[in-house]
């Protein structure tokens, strides 16, 4: 069974920094692109950073976190990465791990992948 564990969510101040992590178990980590994602309430869930699934994987950014956050995996602990800096009060959300079944390219779609964590939640003060 698919399993996706997110952690290191928390509060902190504009500018400030957290680090992300989503421990997957279950299936085979490296055939499938996985993605994180945020939801803020009242707004729809939208893809913030993905990884495909490659040796030497491509990767996917919103445009609203480029050159913030960084999407990163650590092969041999299974774990999935979000380091965000410079962080915005706009960036306030749940963020969710994801994992696609099909495609190796990384995707920002919500609709297009198959497994979910239970979320962690990120508040930025101005």
């Known amino acids: 069974q698919v399993q996706l564990v997110e952690s290191g969510g928390g509060s902190v101040q504009a500018g400030g920094s957290l680090r992300l992590s989503c421990a997957a178990s279950?299936?085979?980590?490296?055939?499938?692109?996985i993605g994180w994602f945020r939801q803020a309430p009242g707004k729809k869930r939208e893809g913030v950073a993905a990884?495909?699934?490659?040796?030497?994987?491509?990767?996917a950014y919103a445009d609203s976190v480029k050159g913030r956050f960084t999407i990163s995996r650590d092969n041999a602990k299974t774990t999935l990465y979000l380091q965000m800096n410079s962080l915005k009060p706009e960036d306030t959300a749940m963020y969710y791990c994801?994992?696609?079944?099909?495609?190796?390219?990384?995707?920002?779609?919500?609709?297009?992948?198959?497994?979910w964590g239970q979320g962690t939640q990120v508040t930025v003060s101005p």
């Open positions: 994801a994992a696609a079944l099909l495609g190796c390219w990384p995707k920002l779609s919500p609709g297009e992948y198959n497994y």
């Open positions: 279950g299936y085979r980590y490296w055939s499938h692109s």
């Open positions: 990884i495909g699934c490659d040796e030497t994987p491509d990767y």
